[in-house]
């Protein structure tokens, strides 16, 4: 399918990276990812290498709902297929994603909620189910990173497609729509919380573990700041 230059351009801002492959790659396989991971971001504990990442991957799943909404298509890349890379962006250490052109799909406006779906549950979901087998981290924060992305994205989004915002909360907002999760997990970070306030004030249960890592420190609205 074919995938707008200024599609390529907007996916840059979110460090993802189409038909190039990484400089400098992570593994494919999951537990040395993770040793990887531990010694890129500067920590000895999996959890908070695992619990960084998803705050990463959580620009990958945001780049995925804007190229739903404003080029009407995704990328439909099984997780394995995945490939991520080293970055260094403000001094920081982050990561790259890595796609091919080839794997985006256009969609109809029909076919929004199984795009959603796809990117939720067999990208994301599966992603933390392989790293879970290796470590133990709550879903809880690891969602919460991957959510709390999407709500400053939506909370943008609604200035000027409030319809449209509030069509796609009904969808994240259904259980139906997440299984075989038990349950939905923007209801369950957000649920009936207007945008506007789950962007501006502490809405997170679990903290994201970034506190631990000297290159990043303590977020504004950490649960557990001390």
């Not at 593994?27 to 619990?51: M, Q, R």
């Not at 990463?56 to 909404?69: E, G, K, N, R």
């Not at 920081?92 to 256009?106: G, N």
């Not at 133990?136 to 409030?162: D, F, H, M, R």
Request: proline share 6%; charged share 20%; net charge negative.
């Amino acid at each position: 399918m074919h995938l707008p230059i200024a599609a390529k351009q907007a996916l840059q801002m979110h460090s993802v990276v189409v038909d190039r492959i990484p400089a400098y790659p992570f593994s494919s396989n999951s537990e040395i990812l993770i040793e990887e991971l531990k010694d890129w971001c500067g920590t000895e504990n999996n959890g908070v290498a695992v619990s960084y990442f998803f705050r990463q991957i959580a620009l990958f799943v945001t780049a995925q709902f804007s190229l739903i909404h404003q080029h009407g298509g995704y990328f439909k890349t099984p997780p394995e297929n995945l490939r991520f890379g080293r970055m260094h962006n403000y001094g920081l250490p982050l990561i790259s994603f890595h796609v091919e052109s080839a794997d985006f799909v256009e969609i109809t406006a029909d076919q929004r909620d199984e795009a959603f779906r796809y990117v939720l549950i067999w990208q994301t979901s599966a992603l933390l189910e392989q790293l879970r087998r290796h470590t133990k981290i709550s879903p809880i924060t690891c969602w919460e990173n991957v959510i709390g992305s999407l709500a400053w994205y939506y909370a943008t989004l609604q200035q000027q497609y409030p319809r449209i915002v509030a069509e796609d909360i009904d969808w994240l907002m259904d259980d139906q729509n997440w299984e075989p999760l038990r349950k939905s997990q923007w209801r369950n970070f957000i649920g009936t919380t207007p945008l506007e306030r789950a962007v501006s004030g502490p809405m997170r249960k679990t903290c994201c573990l970034y506190k631990e890592l000297s290159a990043f420190g303590t977020c504004t609205f950490c649960p557990q700041p001390n």
